[in-house]
């Protein structure tokens, strides 16, 4: 940012700092201590994610997965991008994930039933498969991942900060 060219390069560095903090987020599993108001996210903001179900682990050894909690695939930890709005007031940071928000802020619970076949497959939580024409999920728990601690505030005023006296000379 040596020379400042109105408040994009601001912008896209808030943008870098909150897309850090969500790769955070998920190596640490661990949400921010300030989070976006969906679902339940707020009760676990700064907290520790909840451990995976024994069934989720059993079904993720079953398909050769692995990685931290809500990354066995990596799609929804590399599918968060941030982007500076058109006239540069403000950076919008998410997730192109259909799932992320329900993940982020928990559900309710919830009913599955199959929707190719007759009946649903899945690994239990013992590593049988179990075979079931209805599921009752007990819902999903919030794990936010996206949003700010208090580290990441301080650099973004820090860069604020360097912007202006750049811009003042």
């Known amino acids: 940012m040596s020379s400042p060219q109105g408040r994009k390069p601001l ?14 987020a998920f190596k640490q599993e661990r949400a921010p201590q300030t989070v976006p108001d969906i679902g339940k996210a707020a009760q676990a903001a700064g907290r520790k994610w909840k451990p995976l179900a024994e069934g989720t682990k059993a079904a993720r050894k079953e398909a050769g997965t692995s990685g931290n909690i809500l990354d066995a695939t990596h799609f929804l930890r590399q599918s968060i991008v941030a982007a500076v709005n058109g006239d540069a007031t403000g950076v919008t940071v998410g997730t192109s994930s259909k799932v992320g928000v329900f993940h982020a802020g928990g559900t309710e619970p919830y009913v599955i039933t199959p929707k190719q076949k007759n009946i649903l497959r899945f690994m239990g939580p013992l590593g049988a498969f179990v075979f079931a024409r209805r599921v009752e999920h007990p819902g999903l728990v919030a794990r936010p991942f996206l949003g700010v601690n208090k580290a990441d505030e301080n650099t973004m005023v820090s860069l604020t900060t360097l912007h202006l006296s750049e811009a003042m000379g």
């Open 11 to 24: 912008m896209e560095a808030y943008g870098m700092v909150l897309e850090r903090r969500s790769s955070q």
